[in-house]
C-alpha cells in the first residue's frame, strides 16, 4: 500500500521559518517527479513547488517563488518543503504529491492532475 505522509506542520508566526517532509512508502518514488500543494479555506488547491525524478530541475508557485525550498533525498523516499519568511496568506493544509515511478520528465508538472498518489495533508497556519 502505497503512503504519503506529510510532517511539520504547526503553528508559526509571521517572518518565521518551517520545514515540511513527505516520507513515501510503499514504493520507491526516486525516478518520480514530487509536488507540494496547498489549499486554504474556501480556495481551490494551490500548487507550491515541484522537483522531477533526479533533482535537476525544480518549479514554484509565484506566491512562494525566493521564500521556498523544495528538495528530495531519494535513498529515504523523501520529499521536503522549507519555507522561509512566512506570510499569514501561506496558511492552508499542504499536501504532498506524487507521480508514477518511472516518470523521468525533466519539467515536474505544475497541475495537480499530473500526480497520482497523494498524502494526506499537514496544517500550517500563519499568524500575524
Known amino acids: 500500500q502505497v503512503q504519503l505522509v506529510e510532517s511539520g506542520g504547526r503553528l508559526v508566526q509571521a517572518g518565521d521559518s518551517l520545514r515540511l517532509s513527505c516520507a513515501a512508502s510503499g514504493r520507491t518514488f526516486s525516478s518520480s517527479p514530487m509536488a507540494w500543494f496547498r489549499q486554504a479555506p474556501g480556495k481551490e488547491r494551490e500548487f507550491v513547488a515541484a522537483i522531477n525524478w533526479n533533482d535537476s530541475n525544480t518549479k514554484y508557485g509565484d506566491s512562494v517563488k525566493g521564500r521556498f525550498t523544495i528538495s528530495r533525498d531519494n535513498a529515504k523516499n523523501t520529499v521536503y518543503l522549507q519555507m522561509n519568511s512566512l506570510k499569514p496568506e501561506d496558511t492552508a493544509v499542504y499536501y504532498c504529491?506524487?507521480?508514477?515511478?518511472?516518470?523521468?520528465?525533466?519539467?515536474?508538472?505544475?497541475?495537480?492532475?499530473?500526480?497520482?498518489?497523494w498524502g494526506q495533508g499537514t496544517q500550517v497556519t500563519v499568524s500575524s
Open positions: 504529491a506524487a507521480d508514477w515511478p518511472g516518470t523521468r520528465t525533466f519539467i515536474p508538472s505544475r497541475n495537480p492532475n499530473g500526480y497520482v498518489y
